[in-house]
């Protein structure tokens, strides 16, 4: 029997209790505070109508309820209070998918963390040919807004490429240039990137270049290069906001107090310090992927 729909003002008596003091928060909040999904995805669950509040079926974005007092599932499966929220950086290896699931059956970045017992979620993308770093938490509320275009969050990464451009072309870059939307054979339409900061790394017959960008278009490097007549090779993640890329390929490691903090700063539009390059790291190849082992969590000061 379909179960029936139901407005915040419509939620069953039991939610209600006279003797208790509500706490009610928009559902969406909740199920990503939860570690459920980000934001953006817990929204999609509630107008799907996956998501019930005391047995009844809620589809309006606006609905609220109280996560210590009602009973809260999605797909029927109950959800808690959130839990406590953990920080992690992994060196993403070629040839993993930047995805909870894939359809396809391949290897994905969350095979890394199978043993700490959380549901976690990327933030952001690296493309499956893509290294680096990359940021996996259950904080659906920061993995939101770090994802959000408005954040502005510098990226920087190092570029390998085919062959050699002239300075003309990289200015071209920095200045920004139009690129076709989406992924290919689902590309709707052209949009013009913003500045980007560019400088030579190492050079060579197919030269490294080190680029920030404070984007995330679907394969947005490599569009960007192939518009100026040079096909990328090899991309590798080497700093996001305050982060930078510390560990080897294929490891990883749980976030300080501090980088937390920096991070949480950074997703509200506050001044970034630029990452430093730790070149030894950077020369390091990747070394075959295995699940990491569970890391401990940071002390807190007292």
């Known amino acids: 029997m379909t179960q029936p729909k139901a407005h915040r003002s419509e939620l069953p008596p039991e939610s209600k209790p006279d003797n208790v003091k509500r706490n009610e928060q928009r559902l969406q909040k909740i199920l990503a505070a939860a570690g459920v999904a980000s934001r953006r995805k817990a929204e999609e669950l509630i107008t799907q109508g996956r998501v019930q509040v005391n047995k009844a079926t809620i589809t309006t974005l606006g609905a609220k309820a109280d996560p210590q007092l009602d009973h ?17 950086v992994l060196n993403k290896p070629k040839g993993y998918v930047t995805t909870t699931n894939d359809p396809q059956g391949r290897p994905t ?25 990359l940021i996996v938490t259950n904080d659906g509320e920061l993995a939101q807004t770090l994802t ?25 870059l920095r200045r920004g240039v139009s690129i076709p939307l989406g992924r290919p054979g689902f590309q709707e339409g052209r949009v013009r990137t913003s500045p980007a900061k560019i400088r030579p790394f190492r050079e060579g017959d197919n030269p490294w270049f080190e680029v920030t960008i404070t984007e995330g278009r679907n394969r947005q490097l490599r569009k960007m290069f192939e518009h100026i007549g040079h096909h990328v090779e090899k991309i590798r993640r080497i700093g996001y906001g305050p982060l930078e890329l510390d560990v080897a390929p294929g490891e990883m490691r749980e976030l300080t107090l501090n980088e937390v ?32 082992r569970t890391p401990r969590p940071a002390k807190r000061k007292r």
């Open 109 to 133: 970045v969350m095979d890394f963390f199978s043993r700490i017992g959380l549901r976690l979620y990327p933030v952001g993308r690296l493309d499956y040919y893509s290294e680096g770093l």
């Open 261 to 292: 903090r920096a991070l949480q700063q950074a997703a509200t539009g506050k001044a970034q310090p630029a990452p430093r390059i730790r070149h030894k790291l950077l020369a390091t190849k990747a070394r075959p992927a295995k699940a990491a």
């Open 148 to 172: 959000h275009a408005s954040s502005n969050v510098a990226k920087t990464y190092l570029v390998k490429v085919s062959g050699v451009p002239d300075e003309a072309a990289i200015d071209r």
């Open 72 to 88: 809260i599932r999605v797909d029927g499966k109950r959800i808690h209070a959130a839990e406590s929220h953990r920080y992690f």
